[in-house]
C-alpha cells in the first residue's frame, strides 16, 4: 500500500531555514516523480517544486527559486524539500504528492500534510 | 505565474449535475492535455478526481467527468450527492519554465 507522510514542520523565524521530509513507502522514488504543493492557511492549493523519477530534472515555482531545493534519499525513499530565506509567505502546510507513473503529469496521492509556519 | 482562473463557488441540488469550469492561457490548459481536477474536503489532502483532462482514476465515481475546449477545462459533476461538498482545484502543467498551476479553487456546495 502506498503511503507518503511528511514531517518536519514547525515554527521558525523570517529569514531561517527549514527541511521538510516525505517518507515513501509501498513503492520506489526511483520509478516516481514527486511534488511539494502548499496551502496557506484558508487559502488555494499552490504548486511548489517537481522531481523526476531520475532526480536530475527538478522544476519550482518562481516565488521559491533561489530558496527551495527539491532532494531525495533513495537509500531511505524519502523526498526532502530544503527552504531557505524563508518569508511570511511561505507559512502554509506543505504536501508532498507522487505521479501515477513515468511520464505522467498529474498529483496522483497525496501525503497528509505538515505546517510550516514563518514567525517576524 | 498567474492561477488558473476558476468560479469561487457553484451550488446545486441532489441529484442535479454542476460544471466547474477552468480557464488558463495557451501555455497551460490550452497548450497541454495534462489537466487534472482535485477534491478536498475541510481538514483532508487533496485527492485525484480527473487527470489528463477526461481520464478518470480507479475507485473515483463515473458522476464526476472532465473535458477542455481551447484554454478552458471543466469539471462536471452529475447526480449530486450531499458527499460531493467540497473545495474542487483545476491544475494543469504549463512545461518545463513554469512547472504546474493551480486554480483558485471552487466552493462546491450541495444545497
Known amino acids: 500500500q502506498e503511503q507518503l507522510v511528511e514531517s518536519g514542520g514547525g515554527v521558525v523565524q523570517s529569514g531561517g531555514s527549514l527541511r521538510l521530509s516525505c517518507a515513501a513507502s509501498?513503492?520506489?522514488?526511483?520509478?516516481?516523480?514527486m511534488h511539494w504543493v502548499r496551502q496557506a492557511p484558508g487559502k488555494g492549493l499552490e504548486w511548489v517544486a517537481f522531481t523526476h523519477y531520475n532526480g536530475v530534472n527538478k522544476y519550482f515555482v518562481e516565488s521559491v527559486k533561489g530558496r527551495f531545493t527539491i532532494s531525495r534519499d533513495i537509500s531511505k525513499n524519502t523526498l526532502y524539500l530544503q527552504m531557505s530565506s524563508l518569508r511570511i509567505e511561505d507559512t502554509a502546510v506543505y504536501y508532498c504528492a507522487k505521479d501515477s507513473s513515468v511520464g505522467s503529469y498529474e498529483l496522483h496521492s497525496w501525503g497528509q500534510g505538515t505546517l510550516v509556519t514563518v514567525s517576524s | 505565474q498567474s492561477a488558473l482562473t476558476q468560479p469561487a463557488s457553484v451550488s446545486g441540488s441532489p441529484g442535479q449535475s454542476i460544471t466547474i469550469s477552468c480557464t488558463g492561457t495557451s501555455s497551460d490548459v490550452g497548450g497541454y492535455n495534462y489537466v487534472s481536477w482535485y477534491q478536498q474536503r475541510p481538514g483532508e489532502a487533496p485527492k485525484l478526481m480527473i487527470s489528463?483532462?477526461?481520464r478518470r482514476p480507479s475507485g473515483v465515481s463515473n458522476r464526476f467527468s472532465g473535458s477542455k475546449s481551447d484554454n478552458t477545462a471543466s469539471l462536471t459533476i452529475s447526480g449530486l450527492q450531499a458527499e460531493d461538498e467540497a473545495d474542487y482545484y483545476c491544475c494543469s502543467y504549463a512545461g518545463t519554465e513554469s512547472g504546474w498551476m493551480f486554480g483558485g479553487g471552487t466552493k462546491l456546495t450541495v444545497l
Open positions: 489528463d483532462v477526461s
Open positions: 509501498g513503492f520506489s522514488l526511483t520509478t516516481h516523480g
